[in-house]
């Protein structure tokens, strides 16, 4: 009876080992789910900042795709990023500060930072190689940016973008145009938000309302044009008309003088 119990308790002892062990590893795998951090970056944490990724001056040329969804801060800068594709930082539900500065941007995607509206509070994109202004890749931000060290070009596209997003008023001011369309604007090395009374839409309106009057004139001379013919189209026929009419009076007077010698005989 002792051996048969021994050896019953043995094996339950084994299972409830086999299951204690396993409960533990996946506890710790969880845990590490969750605390994790991107690879070849650093990561750190605290009660009142929460967590924190580094991953300055890594060489990147990838924003990474393995970012913890509780990350609060990411640290991004002295890369070689070229793009934000769209919802590059999808999920991230927590974030609050975004460093992207000294890369190599040029391309925001639309819906870059899709998803960060509600949460982010500061983005860094100063010394980056942005040209263009594309107001659909901060659809929906109303965070503090830094636009500054960037070779913008200032045209009738950008005037009529900035209206179109909600970041801070203070950041726009660092669209700094170090080119501009038309040149003669004089906007060169000039916050373009701070030079109100620069319309660079002017040459596009002049070059719209002479195209306009292009249309107008060609339109015009066309119907000018069609009444001219219809005219003299219908002058041919009122003639021809005119000249039948004429004929009626003699015809009939011979007729008349026929019946008067046909009576006589």
Not at 104 to 120: C, D, I, R
Not at 153 to 163: G, K, R, T, V, Y
Request: glycine share 4%; net charge negative; charged share 15%.
């Amino acid at each position: 009876m002792m051996p048969l119990l021994a050896d019953w308790l043995l094996r339950h002892s084994v299972v409830m080992c086999l299951l204690l062990h396993s409960l533990v590893l996946m506890t710790f795998c969880f845990h590490h789910a969750a605390t994790s951090c991107s690879k070849s970056c650093y990561c750190s944490e605290n009660e009142s900042a929460g967590k924190t990724m580094r991953c300055s001056n890594l060489q990147l040329t990838e924003i990474p795709q393995d970012i913890p969804n509780d990350t609060r801060r990411i640290y991004l800068d002295f890369n070689l990023l070229t793009s934000v594709p769209k919802n590059a930082f999808a999920g991230l539900s927590q974030l609050v500060e975004l460093d992207l500065s000294h890369n190599e941007l040029s391309q925001l995607e639309p819906g870059a930072f899709g998803g960060l509206g509600s949460s982010l509070q500061f983005l860094d994109l100063s010394s980056n190689k942005l040209v263009n202004f594309n107001p659909d890749a901060f659809e929906g931000l109303q965070a503090r940016a830094n636009l500054t060290n960037n070779p913008w070009h200032c045209d009738c596209n950008l005037q009529m973008a900035m209206p179109r997003v909600d970041l801070q008023p203070a950041s726009l001011t660092g669209i700094v145009c170090q080119t501009s369309d038309p040149e003669e604007t004089g906007v060169q090395g000039l916050a373009f938000l701070l030079a109100p009374e620069v319309d660079l839409c002017a040459v596009m309106k002049r070059t719209t309302d002479v195209a306009m009057l292009v249309v107008m004139f060609a339109w015009f001379t066309m119907v000018i044009s069609y009444l001219v013919y219809y005219v003299r189209a219908n002058q041919e026929d009122a003639r021809r008309h005119l000249e039948y009419l004429k004929s009626l009076p003699s015809r009939q007077g011979k007729s008349e003088e026929s019946s008067t010698i046909s009576t006589v005989v």
